[in-house]
DNA sequence: AAAGATTGACATCTCAATCTTG
DNA sequence: CAAGATTGAGATGTCAATCTTT
């Protein structure tokens, strides 16, 4: 028999089973994995952003400007969307990011009702050097899987997402 | 060829290559899904709660008391540590949940300092009416998935999660 | 002094209302 | 009037300080 090493959701899954054996517990394996794995991931990404000095979401909205390529400009409505939060927290975030010189707001040229946010290089050195780490942490957290599991994983989950 | 349907992640992975070649960007492959995932799964949860009357935060501390077992009572502190918020929030959420008489505040027979938060039976009937939906919602986020498939997703996660 | 619970200050989010421009 | 951005009100979270009891 191969050992399996129990985890906090077997533990709740036992709870759950003890007092209400009637329902079926096969969902909250996967999903509440999925979710408690999520918070793991969230404070692993604090760590490597407060190495330089950034807030998770600091991260993901420089993040959104650097992965759209130079010139590293979007509005906050294609800010909203990359990052999923309302207009009014985007509103608030570009405030904070350009007092912090991370960003800077410029006038739509086409357009008087918009405004573009645009990357400083002070942001870009920023975001480009966090990226890295924050990958070698993911990458630590995933160093137990084989890389045939790793593959199949991301299979499964992309078969979840895309529905 | 099988084809595969692209998600979400495959256009953030795409944007990142082509911005950073330079990296290895496999562990977004998988960690970016299972933190989109889990943002599903809470809106979806969120609307399997409102059915009845409840908030994710209401559910989380309600479904700790219920799985505790009879007599359905648990010290703040042991809910803090069921739940991963801070002390001051759960004082917070006990406050608000005695409120609508879901769970009343009883004095710690044993110590002093102590309190203990029990189950009213409004709140068990609730907590048991909404598990049972929770449950069939997240099995619709699961049907695409095959019995092999799932039971390797399971297994795969506990992985990640157990170090 | 340590443990358990509470309180208050502060941060950030959502939602709805508002302002400006197309 | 629709779209984009901003504002303000309210909800909920964290953190640090405090109070009570052990």
Redesign the pocket.
């Known amino acids: 028999m191969t050992e399996v090493a129990p985890d906090e959701v077997d533990v709740l899954v036992d709870a759950w089973r003890r007092e209400r054996p009637d329902l079926d517990t096969a969902p909250m394996e996967v999903l509440s994995r999925i979710s408690r794995l999520a918070h793991h991931l969230d404070r692993r990404r604090a760590g490597a952003f407060s190495a330089h000095g950034l ?1 998770a ?1 600091e991260f993901d909205v420089l993040a959104a400007l650097r992965r759209s390529g130079p010139p590293y400009r979007l ?3 294609q800010l909203v969307r990359e990052t999923g ?12 990011l350009a007092a912090r010189r991370l960003v800077s ?1 410029e006038e739509h040229p086409a ?5 573009l946010v645009r990357l400083t290089a002070e942001g870009r050195e920023t975001v480009d050097a966090t990226l890295a780490d924050l990958l070698a942490a993911e990458r630590r957290m995933l160093d137990g899987l084989t890389e045939p599991d790793r593959a199949q994983l991301v299979r499964t989950l992309r078969r979840l997402l895309s529905r």
């Open positions: 807030e979401w509005t906050p409505g939060v309302t207009s009014g927290t985007m509103t608030n975030r570009v405030d904070r707001r357009d008087g009702r918009g405004v």
